[in-house]
């Protein structure tokens, strides 16, 4: 009987995990959805566009859940509107195993250290490693700081303190971004941005 039973949920178990595997997507397809995304951020999910975030590296739940706030309209974005509202659940699914799997981009050469030293005392004031990790690599739902656009950061701060940006984690980043001054955001920005 516990022969049969053990058999029997080894059966089970094996079918489970087979089951993502069976519906895992083409990756041709995949690739020609990201073709897309391409065109604003950048081969390879490394934007080479002012105030356009790069993708690539960032956690897969965060970037699923970016789309979905972006198709429900919870975010707004004008360019991103009209794509999110075309994607499926299954697309939004791959588009993050896709992005999350590519190679981050890296900080550029730092040539303002003393900036970098104060961002890095704001970042520690602020306890932004306790979200977004001590790599600023981001987890979960959580963004990957490291290595970002300056500009981008800089903007994400002043849409976060302005209100205008919501989502995963409104609340805290709202009143984190509330308080700072313009001296910190510049700062923020360009420690985040040359992380390496």
């Known amino acids: 009987m516990r022969r049969q039973f053990a058999s029997l949920a080894i059966t089970v178990l094996a079918t ?4 993502p595997f069976a519906r895992a997507a083409d990756p041709a397809a995949i690739k020609e959805k990201a073709a897309v995304c391409a065109g604003c951020h950048g081969e390879n999910g490394i934007s080479q566009t002012e105030n356009i975030p790069s993708i690539a590296g960032q956690p897969d739940q965060f970037l699923q859940w970016q789309l979905v706030f972006f198709r429900a309209g919870s975010r707004k ?4 509107q009209p794509i999110a509202e075309e994607i499926t659940n299954e697309d939004i699914r791959n588009l993050g195993a896709y992005y999350s799997a590519l190679t981050p981009p ?3 050469e730092d040539k303002d250290p003393d900036l970098s030293k104060k961002g890095a005392q704001a970042a520690v004031g602020r306890r932004c490693a306790s979200c977004h990790t001590d790599t600023y690599a981001g987890t ?3 963004a990957r700081l490291a290595g970002q656009r300056e500009e981008y950061l800089v903007k994400a701060l002043h849409d976060y303190k302005a209100g205008q ?5 409104v609340a805290a980043m709202a009143d984190i971004a509330y308080s700072l001054s313009e001296e910190e955001i510049t700062a923020l920005a360009h420690y985040l941005a040359h992380l390496q």
Do not use: F, I, S, Y
């Open 16 to 19: 489970v995990l087979a089951v």
């Open 77 to 80: 974005n004008d360019q991103m």
């Open 106 to 108: 890296k900080g550029p």
């Open 140 to 142: 979960k739902a959580v």
């Open 165 to 169: 940006r919501v989502g995963g984690g």
